[in-house]
């Protein structure tokens, strides 16, 4: 690959980043909760140790953002692989309309979809919510992930991880758990 071949890729990678970490700000606009953990979570979190033995969780956080958007971060771990679970949960708004969480779900593929996922095949998944869609080969940073992204009412689930299987696997303990 030439010098120029290079800049671009470098360039490219550059743009996927500042894409995922502008996204990730908007959600994760740090102060603290103010409510406690929902049950739901609570009991995915036990799930999750109980069935996936061979994975640690390994980082966790808990933060809300100005808009109103709970977020739960998992980082996890079994040997050299590495999955992360982002679940955000909008705010009950008494006057909110009703169609803001499918209007923001669409949003998200379509920012992802101009970046990271841009050249990434888009499936349909069902039995994960309202709607879901998986991505294979999914290149971030010198790896190669699986993306579930799925709804379920207003509640927004996005999983990394080495496969397929795992991803699904992952998705399905999530699931099973919201209201």
């Known amino acids: 690959m030439d010098g120029n071949g290079k800049t671009l890729k470098m360039e490219k990678t550059m743009k996927n980043r500042l894409i995922i970490f502008v996204f990730l700000l908007f959600l994760s606009s740090s102060i603290s909760f103010g409510q ?5 979570v609570i009991s995915f979190e036990n ?3 109980q069935k996936e033995t061979d994975w640690k969780i ?8 100005k808009i109103g958007i709970y977020n739960y971060f998992y980082v996890l771990k079994s040997g050299i692989f590495q999955s992360s679970i982002l679940i955000n ?3 009950d708004a008494p006057n909110r309309n009703p ?13 992802f979809e101009k970046g990271i996922l841009k050249n990434t095949n888009k ?3 069902e039995n994960f ?4 869609f998986i991505w294979t080969d999914v290149k971030i940073e010198n790896t190669t992930k699986t993306m579930l992204l799925f709804r379920k009412s207003d509640v927004f689930v996005q999983i990394y991880a080495p496969s397929e ?6 998705g399905k303990l999530v699931s099973e758990q919201m209201p």
């Open 47 to 49: 799930n999750l140790k």
């Open 129 to 132: 919510g309202d709607e879901g």
């Open 99 to 111: 169609n803001v969480a499918e209007e923001a779900f669409k949003e998200i593929v379509g920012l």
């Open 36 to 40: 406690s953990k929902p049950v739901w």
């Open 58 to 65: 390994e980082e966790t956080k808990e933060f809300s953002n």
């Open 89 to 91: 949960k909008l705010a």
């Open 123 to 125: 499936v349909k998944v």
């Open 165 to 170: 299987s795992i991803a699904k696997r992952f």
